[in-house]
Protein backbone atom coordinates (compact mmCIF):
# COMPACT_ATOMS: atom_id res chain seq x y z
CA UNK A 1 0.00 0.00 0.00
CA UNK A 2 0.78 3.62 -1.01
CA UNK A 3 1.72 5.79 1.77
CA UNK A 4 1.87 9.31 2.14
CA UNK A 5 5.26 9.58 2.24
CA UNK A 6 5.78 7.26 -0.87
CA UNK A 7 3.87 9.92 -2.87
CA UNK A 8 6.04 13.09 -1.15
CA UNK A 9 8.99 11.32 -3.32
CA UNK A 10 7.06 12.48 -6.82
CA UNK A 11 7.92 14.79 -9.08
CA UNK A 12 5.07 16.75 -10.36
CA UNK A 13 5.30 18.76 -13.69
CA UNK A 14 3.61 20.42 -16.28
CA UNK A 15 4.57 19.53 -19.23
CA UNK A 16 3.02 20.61 -22.95
CA UNK A 17 2.52 17.92 -25.47
CA UNK A 18 4.64 18.73 -28.69
CA UNK A 19 3.57 15.44 -30.92
CA UNK A 20 1.60 12.38 -30.67
CA UNK A 21 2.16 9.38 -32.50
CA UNK A 22 1.22 5.36 -32.97
CA UNK A 23 3.45 3.14 -31.06
CA UNK A 24 4.68 0.83 -33.21
CA UNK A 25 4.07 -2.16 -31.33
CA UNK A 26 0.79 -1.44 -29.56
CA UNK A 27 -2.42 -0.96 -30.55
CA UNK A 28 -3.59 1.06 -26.91
CA UNK A 29 -0.67 3.22 -26.82
CA UNK A 30 0.90 6.79 -28.04
CA UNK A 31 4.50 7.87 -27.98
CA UNK A 32 3.86 11.56 -26.38
CA UNK A 33 7.09 14.54 -27.03
CA UNK A 34 6.40 16.53 -24.11
CA UNK A 35 8.00 19.54 -22.96
CA UNK A 36 8.52 19.60 -19.33
CA UNK A 37 10.29 22.97 -19.26
CA UNK A 38 13.84 21.24 -19.76
CA UNK A 39 16.88 21.09 -21.89
CA UNK A 40 15.80 18.15 -23.99
CA UNK A 41 12.37 17.01 -24.66
CA UNK A 42 11.07 14.13 -23.39
CA UNK A 43 9.87 10.94 -24.69
CA UNK A 44 6.76 9.36 -22.93
CA UNK A 45 4.43 6.26 -23.44
CA UNK A 46 0.85 7.15 -22.63
CA UNK A 47 -2.25 4.60 -22.70
CA UNK A 48 -4.38 7.38 -23.85
CA UNK A 49 -5.20 6.04 -27.70
CA UNK A 50 -8.65 4.69 -26.96
CA UNK A 51 -9.54 7.64 -25.19
CA UNK A 52 -8.22 10.45 -27.40
CA UNK A 53 -7.37 11.52 -30.91
CA UNK A 54 -3.86 12.60 -31.40
CA UNK A 55 -4.64 16.28 -32.98
CA UNK A 56 -7.21 16.65 -29.44
CA UNK A 57 -3.35 16.35 -27.79
CA UNK A 58 -1.11 18.54 -29.27
CA UNK A 59 -0.35 21.74 -27.46
CA UNK A 60 -2.59 20.28 -24.33
CA UNK A 61 -0.17 20.45 -21.03
CA UNK A 62 -0.49 18.11 -18.84
CA UNK A 63 0.70 16.98 -15.66
CA UNK A 64 3.85 14.51 -15.75
CA UNK A 65 5.58 12.75 -13.20
CA UNK A 66 8.97 13.44 -14.07
CA UNK A 67 11.17 11.79 -11.59
CA UNK A 68 9.93 7.60 -12.56
CA UNK A 69 13.20 6.79 -14.73
CA UNK A 70 15.44 5.94 -11.46
Do not use: C
Not at 17 to 36: M, Q, R, S
Amino acid sequence: MATLEDFKKLELRVGEILDVEDHPNADKLFVLKVDLGEDEERTIVAGLKGHYEKEYLIGKRAIFISNLDA
